[in-house]
DNA sequence: CGTAACCTTGATTAAGATCAATTCTCGTGG
DNA sequence: CCACGAGAATTGATCTTAATCAAGGTTACG
């Protein structure tokens, strides 16, 4: 792996060459095929990930093996750091769980894993690698907020604010157009619905021409409407 | 105000004297009404509160008027903090607004306000207090996790959940008698649905003797039923 | 007491989940 | 290059849950 990528990782940004290295040499490259689980929540805590290549997904299940997708991760992005902070003890002697549950999305998902042990040691030198993980976690916050809100209000609702902030996101914002970067199966879980429901929402805006669908690819053709179903 | 009350914000606890007297005499004490905004989302950030007296209530709203609750805050707890390490100069510049709603619970809640500078200039001195708040941060993402998994399967199924952690908190564990902290109205609107669904999923579960409601006091009867129901 | 806020109840409606088939898509091997 | 098959996506019919609408009851407190 090219060590580069770790001057990528935001959270890392401001470290010098040594501390990298150091980084880079305790630390281990995994690699996910799709679908392959990375953590179960039920799991002992050891450290947390970041994500090279590929892509993730943090969800929950029920026991009646229904999922709720909670987050994708993309690359340069970190995920399950936050237990870090709750109970330092117990963490040490890995007596802490995995919040969640996560799935690589693509074979050939590249993660790196930053052991709790080795992070700590970073941190106490470092100590305004706090300041850029309070950002990240604050960040979290602030987008589980809002999803919480969105998922408790109807699917269009869910599925109108989700193209509304892909698209926001995607550089074609005049061509008004996006790339599902995830399966619509995913998505449905995301938005707190399933399979059937999506695609019978999806169909619905294409038939009020409001969108169009082919695979993984979205047009969005009128966006004024996805808007005012936002805003109900 | 009683000054000790910072000792026991445990966010405070590693200051000396000198720096608890900087806190208070920068602060200002907001007193509250039941029901009354103490902010809205809208609203540009100025700093965050710590509750002193009384309780709190986090909440969005959605454009038809429905509300919904993400958070009840405590004494010693503090609320509003994370959006200070999102966009610092954002922040200073007063350009950045609340992350959601919040009210106050009942008459006399009594607040401190810690405006961002002040804070930022605390921080400055003390890099362990980031620390604090990583970990404050993290609790609440593992909390809006848990939520976001309660609230999308069903109401009896949340209601379960949080009368089993009401349970857990209070010290009457073995007498299985809990008290609720919050109007039926809040609980509802935190479990996701509205007072008519709340009500009738209590009185299904008095019908089935799984718990019996006097007012806010609730009786566990039977909690093994409650965790069966957890479980689906 | 009286009134307002809070809570409960009943009847109805709407949204979405479930179940059961198909159809579509795409990678693989013949 | 085509045929196959598995996984993904769609469709229809039905069922369940919870929201809505509209009254009533209760409770707390001045």
Do not use: W
Request: hydrophobic content about 35%.
């Amino acid at each position: 792996m090219d060590k580069s990528i770790l001057k990528k990782v935001n959270l890392f940004s401001d470290l010098n060459d040594d501390e990298l290295e150091k980084i880079y040499s305790h630390s281990t490259i995994k690699k996910f095929n799709k679908g392959e689980m990375i953590f179960f929540e039920t799991e002992p805590y050891n450290g947390f990930y970041i994500v090279i290549e590929g892509s993730v997904k943090i969800f929950k299940i029920s026991k009646d093996g229904r999922e709720h997708v909670i987050h994708f991760i993309f690359p340069t992005n970190t995920f399950a750091e936050a237990p870090l902070f709750e109970q330092y003890d117990k963490i040490i002697r890995e007596e802490f769980t995995y919040p969640a549950n996560s799935m690589a999305l693509e074979d050939d998902t590249k993660l790196i894993l930053i052991r709790s042990d080795v992070f700590y040691g970073i941190l106490e030198k470092n100590k305004n690698i706090s300041l850029k993980m309070l950002s990240g976690l604050s960040k979290k916050l602030r987008h589980l907020n809002n999803h919480i809100d969105s998922i408790s209000q109807g699917v269009s609702k869910g599925l109108a604010i989700y193209l509304l902030k892909e698209l926001e996101k995607s550089g074609n914002k005049d061509k008004n157009i996006i790339e599902l970067q995830i399966s619509k199966h995913d998505l449905a879980s995301y938005i707190g619905t399933i399979d059937e429901t999506l695609s019978r929402c999806l169909k619905k805006f294409q038939e009020n021409k409001v969108i169009s669908v082919k695979g993984k690819t979205i047009h969005i053709l009128q966006k004024s409407v996805l808007e005012k179903t936002v805003k109900l």
